[in-house]
Each structure stands twice: as structure tokens, then as C-alpha cells.
């Protein structure tokens, strides 16, 4: 299938995190805020459970802006599919916006919506995090 015809083809249905494939649980660890650097995305995969060798990974975008970091899955709203399938080949520009490599829908940093490309008006799926004071990252409980 080339690209042209992935362009013609319908948008996924919307979804939580929740219900994405792989989701772990509220609590999950999803890094440490050292390890994400200021205005950095950088791409995580989180295992629901220890057997993570009977398990596909949950794919995750940690964005840091300053103190503040939020966390998008990994997952085009035109298609999807990851932004991009290594980190060397994500594309972003610091603090203002994070781009898909397939077809270049552009996603605005702040909130996950897409300004550019193919799903204009859509935008990523946000997972609620929180840092705790040794500065480990997790999603957070349900509101
Ligand atoms: S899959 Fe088409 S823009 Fe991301």
C-alpha cells in the first residue's frame, strides 16, 4: 500500500488510553523526569505487567516543557500508527509542536492537537500523568 492510498483511507475511531491496546493500569511507571530532557519527546514502551515477553508495549511520548512533562501514546490520529517507529526518526520542534514521519500531520506540544496534515481538528491521546517528589513519572489516578 503506498502512501496515496493511506491518505484516502478513513481516520481510526477515537479512543481513551484507556481503551488502547497494551494500556497499562493508572500508577504505571513511566520514567523519571531526568530522563527526559528540557524539550525533549522522547519515546517510551511500558509493559502492563512483568511478563512483558508474552506482551506487545504500550507506546508512549514523554514531552517535557520546563518543570512540566506530559505523556501522548504513540499513535497518529490520521492512521494509527506510531509518529514514528525509533526515536532518532521522531520529529518535533522543542516546546512548540511534534510531527508524524508517515504522512506529516503536525501536533501542537501544549495539547496534543493537530493544526496540520491529515487529521486537522483530531489530536493525540492524552495519558494524565504525575511526578512525585523523587521525580518519578506515572499516570495518574482517574480524575
Ligand atoms: S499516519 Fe498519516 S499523518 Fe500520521
Request: with cysteine; hydrophobic share 40%.
Amino acid at each position: 500500500m503506498n502512501d496515496a492510498s493511506h491518505a484516502n483511507m478513513p481516520s481510526p475511531a477515537p479512543a481513551t488510553w484507556q481503551t488502547l491496546a497494551h494500556a497499562p493500569l493508572p500508577g504505571a511507571l513511566l520514567g523519571h523526569e531526568d530522563d527526559v530532557q528540557d524539550g525533549q519527546a522522547l519515546m517510551r514502551e511500558i509493559f502492563a505487567n512483568a511478563d512483558s515477553a508474552q506482551q506487545q508495549p504500550f507506546k508512549i511520548l514523554l514531552l517535557r516543557s520546563g518543570t512540566a512533562i506530559k505523556a501522548y501514546a504513540n499513535r497518529c490520529a490520521h492512521f494509527g500508527v506510531p509518529l514514528a517507529a525509533k526515536q532518532e526518526q521522531l520529529i518535533f520542534q522543542p516546546h512548540t509542536s511534534i510531527t508524524c514521519n508517515v504522512h506529516y500531520a503536525r501536533y501542537r506540544w501544549s495539547d496534543g492537537v493537530c493544526d496540520r496534515g491529515e487529521c486537522s481538528g483530531e489530536a493525540l491521546i492524552t495519558i494524565p500523568v504525575q511526578v512525585d517528589a523523587q521525580g518519578y513519572i506515572r499516570i495518574a489516578d482517574a480524575a
